[in-house]
């Protein structure tokens, strides 16, 4: 698995972010209001919201993912969007688009309060059914964030070389190794 596997450091995600504010500013379009997709979006649109100087920040949340490369059937939103957006701008983020259905939910979601919705994430899966209006790089394999090492090494520990991977890429020792 650990081949299948691409770990992003906090320096390459800032990186990213700032390329992905960068293209946004590029093509004209000034968002009033950005909304994140919880819970990977939360860091993207932070970011953002200091690059393009959006103050006003929002969240919604959509549970598609139950464990790594496992989904539940449909993306379900389980928080809904909170604030007024009829007629304003809005950025929608998210970390990665990887099948496309989650974006998809979310932007019907927001659309459906009659916002002017662009949608923003720094990774895209070559497969996916929905292309954002503005993303970094493409990538085809199973990516982690630095926001969620433990969580997939709760979901794929028990593939040393995955382990081995993750435990080098955060400076680490092998904590199943120790104490031998």
Request: aromatic share 8%.
């Amino acid at each position: 698995m650990a081949q299948r596997i691409e770990v992003i450091t906090w320096e390459q995600l800032q990186r990213d972010i700032f390329r992905l504010g960068e293209k946004i500013v590029e093509s004209g379009f000034k968002p009033e209001v950005i909304v994140v997709i919880a819970r990977g979006g939360w860091v993207v649109g932070r970011i953002l919201s200091d690059i393009l100087g959006v103050k006003k920040v929002a969240g919604i949340t959509i549970k598609f993912y139950k464990a790594v490369e496992k989904r539940e059937k449909e993306p379900e939103i389980y928080q809904s969007l909170n604030i007024d957006v009829k007629g304003k701008r809005v950025l929608l983020v998210d970390d990665i688009v990887d099948t496309g259905k989650t974006l998809s939910k979310a932007l019907q979601h927001v659309k459906e309060r009659h916002a002017i919705v662009k949608t923003a994430t720094p990774y895209v899966k070559p497969h996916t059914e929905m292309w954002p209006d503005y993303y970094v790089r493409v990538v085809d394999k199973w990516v982690v964030f630095p926001y969620e090492y433990f969580e997939t090494l709760e979901d794929l520990g028990h593939d040393e070389s995955v382990r081995e991977t993750l435990n080098a890429s955060i400076g680490i020792k092998d904590t199943a190794k120790q104490g031998d």
